[in-house]
Nanobody, 126 residues
Framework: QVQLVESGGGSVQAGRSLRLSCAAS????????MGWFRQAPGKEREGVAS???????TYTDSTKGRFTISKDNAKNTLYLRINNLQPEDTAMYYC????????????????????WGQGTQVTVSS
C-alpha cells in the first residue's frame, strides 16, 4: 500500500507559478511509476505529466510546455512545477503511483496507476 499526500496548491493570479508536491510512502520510491492528473468541475480527469521507473518524463499536449515534473528520491517526493498559470489550469490536481516497474514512451492511461492521493486544489484568477 502506497500513501500519497499532495500539497502546494492554492489561489493565485494568472501569470504566477506554483510547485505542487506529492509525498509518497515506501522504500522503493525511486522506481515507482508516477503521474499528475487534474480534474476541473464538470470535466473528466486529464493527464498532466508522468515519470516512469527510469526517470523519463512525458507530458500531454495540453500542458503547452508550462509543466515540469521532477522528483527527489531522497525525500520520496514528486513535484509538478506549473509556470505562467492560467485560469484554465484551475482544477484539483492528483498524484498517482504504481509500485511495479514501468517504461513509458507516451503519457499513460489512468489504468496504469494503483494509488491516488487526495488532491490539492489550484485556483487561478484573471
Amino acid at each position: 500500500q502506497v500513501q500519497l499526500v499532495e500539497s502546494g496548491g492554492g489561489s493565485v493570479q494568472a501569470g504566477r507559478s506554483l510547485r505542487l508536491s506529492c509525498a509518497a510512502s515506501g522504500d522503493t520510491f525511486s522506481t515507482y511509476c508516477m503521474g499528475w492528473f487534474r480534474q476541473a468541475p464538470g470535466k473528466e480527469r486529464e493527464g498532466v505529466a508522468s515519470m516512469d521507473s527510469y526517470g523519463r518524463a512525458t507530458y500531454t499536449d495540453s500542458t503547452k510546455g508550462r509543466f515540469t515534473i521532477s522528483k527527489d528520491n531522497a525525500k520520496n517526493t514528486l513535484y509538478l512545477r506549473i509556470n505562467n498559470l492560467q485560469p484554465e489550469d484551475t482544477a484539483m490536481y492528483y498524484c498517482a503511483a504504481r509500485e511495479s516497474r514501468c517504461s513509458w514512451l507516451v503519457f499513460p492511461p489512468t489504468t496504469q496507476f494503483d494509488y491516488w492521493g487526495q488532491g490539492t486544489q489550484v485556483t487561478v484568477s484573471s
